[in-house]
């Protein structure tokens, strides 16, 4: 028997395994294969993952890089949003701070008096 995980430890029993089967079978004939009714769904998909075990880590997989790869866009978008705003900000002439005059105009040594102190 080639099963994996629990099922070394402490296998089905053929009844058990019947049982499973066609509590799984009566899910799919009341609601569809694969079930429209979520609730169906997830109770078909726990059967399932009862007789095999790396079905749930299939599907577990699969979930975390989903999740992950929305994360990663929302994290690229705002990441894109944030350099769109910097480069609008650098396009846009707003002149001096409001208050402070030209920085420019002061009294600037030059020549001979730039090295005396």
Known sequence: MADSGIFRINPLQGWQRDAILKA??????????????????????????????????????????????????????????????????RTANLGPPPGVGDRRQGDRRSGERRHRR
């Open 24 to 89: 799984a079978q009566l899910i799919r004939d009341r609601f569809g294969n694969p079930p429209v009714d979520p609730v169906a769904k997830l109770a078909h998909d726990g059967l399932l993952e009862v007789l095999d075990p790396a079905r749930r880590t299939v599907r577990m997989q699969r979930e975390l890089s989903e999740a992950t790869r929305k994360a990663a866009l929302t994290a690229r978008a705002e990441r894109r949003a944030r350099e769109r705003r910097a480069a609008d900000r």
